[in-house]
């Protein structure tokens, strides 16, 4: 029977996504991302903010470099895609592991989920498409035929 594997999050960057080059050639783009989760403290009553961090591995070449390029530190993102957990050693040879959430090519996602800024160079007709909508108007209805 075949496992299944698959983390989704939504959350804020805590920092610029940071680009390296691998032994082998390639390159991942780590991102770490922040989710809270609210809960009120008993004693005084308060909502509070638990928040865990995430390491984010971007092994797509290409989503790597739009993730580079787009998002800074506080975007918001969604991120889905596999938990796996590296065995390296240290400087001074002791065995460490590292739990991640790896995006390789063609199998992960990274949605970014903040706003878009306007677009001031827009065409006239997409402007009026969108007065007509508003104005719950048929454009089609001005067509002769």
């Given at each position: 029977?075949?496992?299944?594997?698959?983390?989704?999050?939504?959350?804020?960057?805590?920092?610029?996504?940071?680009?390296?080059?691998?032994?082998?050639?390639?390159?991942?783009?780590?991102?770490?991302?922040?989710?809270?989760?609210?809960?009120?403290?008993?004693?005084?009553?308060?909502?509070?903010?638990?928040?865990?961090?995430?390491?984010?591995?971007?092994?797509?070449?290409?989503?790597?470099?739009?993730?580079?390029?787009?998002?800074?530190?506080?975007?918001?993102?969604?991120?889905?895609?596999?938990?796996?957990?590296?065995?390296?050693?240290?400087?001074s040879?002791?065995?460490?592991?590292?739990?991640?959430?790896?995006?390789?090519?063609?199998a992960?996602?990274?949605?970014?989920?903040?706003?878009?800024?306007?677009?001031?160079?827009?065409?006239?007709?997409?402007q009026?498409?969108?007065?007509?909508?508003?104005?719950?108007?048929?454009?089609?209805?001005?067509?002769?035929?």
């Open positions: 029977m075949m496992g299944l594997n698959k983390v989704q999050l939504i959350g804020h960057l805590g920092r610029n996504p940071e680009s390296r080059t691998l032994q082998s050639g390639g390159t991942v783009v780590t991102l770490s991302v922040a989710t809270s989760e609210p809960w009120i403290d008993r004693d005084s009553g308060e909502r509070r903010d638990k928040t865990e961090w995430h390491r984010v591995a971007i092994f797509s070449d290409g989503l790597g470099e739009i993730a580079t390029r787009y998002l800074r530190k506080g975007s918001k993102v969604y991120v889905e895609g596999r938990l796996q957990t590296r065995k390296w050693q240290d400087q040879g002791a065995e460490r592991y590292s739990t991640e959430i790896v995006l390789p090519p063609y992960g996602k990274l949605i970014f989920l903040d706003p878009r800024e306007r677009d001031d160079r827009e065409d006239d007709a997409s009026g498409l969108r007065r007509a909508a508003a104005a719950n108007i048929d454009p089609a209805d001005d067509i002769p035929f």
